[in-house]
């Protein structure tokens, strides 16, 4: 008897299919959310990556600060000029200029939170958190200072709070117009409060200014020392090279005084009737002072020491994570310090000297040493540590760095 042919069916293992499942559906909402995630941070890091790009050519190009301050003044006093003189009811320049303004202001806080990741470009709410504490308690420290300072200071920190207030409320203004124009076109209705609020501040903002510009004016008048303030606190780049940076030249460093126990009073006496420049003996002033908490993470001790630089160096400028470009055309090899004064003194801060190796981290003080260059000194700080075993570890080191004219010295805030 003659047997029908049999026809084998191909079996698919259950590995592949499971496998091709995975790939293209979600087993369960909790997959789903989690591929969400995934999807929504790259394109996170991606929005973070770009307005880091952007922050950076501003930085190439004039720097932050001028662009902020050339967008402002265009929107507060410009812009709404040139919209009177020619009888523009629909305010237009104000309208674009305050858009333009906003944009960028957006960018640059995209930029800020990008600048909160870590060296994996990992970003978590603590460092978040932490920064905008920071500068919380930097200004509540600025405000509660000023009562404890000669009227002369004093008078001088009430008339720039009138001044930015005045261009503060000007600008919400802007924002009003901006609003309200766009409300009452789409729904064909006056919107009062807004229009109240802007009649109201067109009557008293001028006088705010002018008030605090005439107390100025004449602070300026009687202390020449006032516009240095004024101009290392808001018009930093307008300072001479000469009064603002420090001259590398003029710090005398030698084996003896490499690694300062920051708690040692003869120590610092020592460093202090060196002769250094005004800046640099400020800093070893508050690094005296300064008594770090126990942090979980470095960020936390920058941060701390931001807010401790603020209060005891008064008209300073305290940068975090500041930018060092090494090639215009490749932002993958920009360096980022971790604290920087005034433009001139470089802090790479460690927590202890245990944690880290020796060599790595002479390796990250060489490079930043030769980065640097002559812009200033550049400061390894050790919020705690045995002062004994670093003073053993670096001073060979940063002698052999002193012979080729870097300038590089060492603290430890906490000894143990």
Not at 54 to 71: A, E, S
Not at 262 to 287: C, R, T, W, Y
Not at 291 to 312: C, Q, V
Request: with cysteine; net charge positive.
């Amino acid at each position: 008897m003659e047997q029908e042919p049999t026809i084998t069916t191909p079996v698919t293992p259950v590995d592949s299919v499971t496998e091709e499942k995975k790939k293209n559906n979600f087993q369960t909402a909790a997959d789903a959310g989690r591929k969400g995630l995934e999807v929504t941070g790259r394109f996170l890091t991606k929005m973070l990556d770009f307005a880091d790009g952007i922050d950076r050519w501003f930085q190439l190009h004039g720097g932050k600060l001028k662009w902020f301050i050339g967008l402002s003044f265009g929107v507060v006093v410009v812009a709404p000029l040139i919209d009177t003189l020619r009888g523009d009811w629909r305010d237009r320049w104000t309208a674009w200029s305050t858009v333009f303004l906003l944009i960028f202001l957006f960018v640059m806080l995209l930029a800020w939170l990008g600048s909160l990741r870590d060296d994996e470009g990992n970003w978590s709410l603590k460092r978040v958190w932490s920064s905008i504490w920071t500068n919380i308690q930097i200004n509540i420290n600025f405000i509660i200072d000023g009562f404890n300072l000669p009227k002369e200071e004093l008078f001088y920190r009430l008339s720039t709070y009138l001044m930015l207030g005045s261009f503060g409320w000007k600008a919400l203004q802007n924002v009003s117009v901006l609003v309200r124009k766009f409300y009452e076109s789409t729904f064909h209705t006056k919107w009062q409060a807004l229009r109240t609020f802007e009649r109201t501040t067109n009557q008293w903002t001028p006088w705010v200014f002018f008030l605090g510009l005439a107390i100025l004016l004449f602070l300026i008048y009687k202390n020449k020392t006032i516009w240095k303030n004024l101009v290392q606190d808001f018009l930093p780049f307008l300072a001479s090279t000469k009064e603002y940076k420090i001259d590398n030249s003029t710090l005398k460093l030698s084996s003896s005084n490499l690694v300062i126990n920051a708690k040692d009073k003869d120590q610092v006496s020592m460093m202090l009737n060196g002769k250094h420049p005004e800046l640099f003996n400020d800093f070893i002033k508050a690094i005296q002072k300064w008594t770090p908490k126990s942090f979980d993470s470095e960020f936390e001790f920058e941060n701390n020491l931001k807010a401790h630089l603020k209060r005891n160096i008064p008209h300073s400028s305290v940068s975090t994570q500041y930018r060092i470009i090494v090639d215009p055309a490749d932002k993958r090899k920009d360096f980022k310090a971790d604290v920087v004064i005034n433009d001139t003194i470089l802090i790479e801060i460690k927590k202890d000297n245990v944690s880290s190796s020796t060599k790595y981290v002479f390796d990250q003080v060489y490079k930043y040493s030769d980065l640097w260059k002559d812009a200033g000194p550049v400061v390894l700080l050790f919020c705690y540590g045995d002062y004994e075993k670093v003073k053993a570890d670096f001073v060979p080191r940063l002698t052999l760095l002193g012979k080729d004219d870097k300038k590089v010295i060492a603290f430890v805030a906490r000894p143990r």
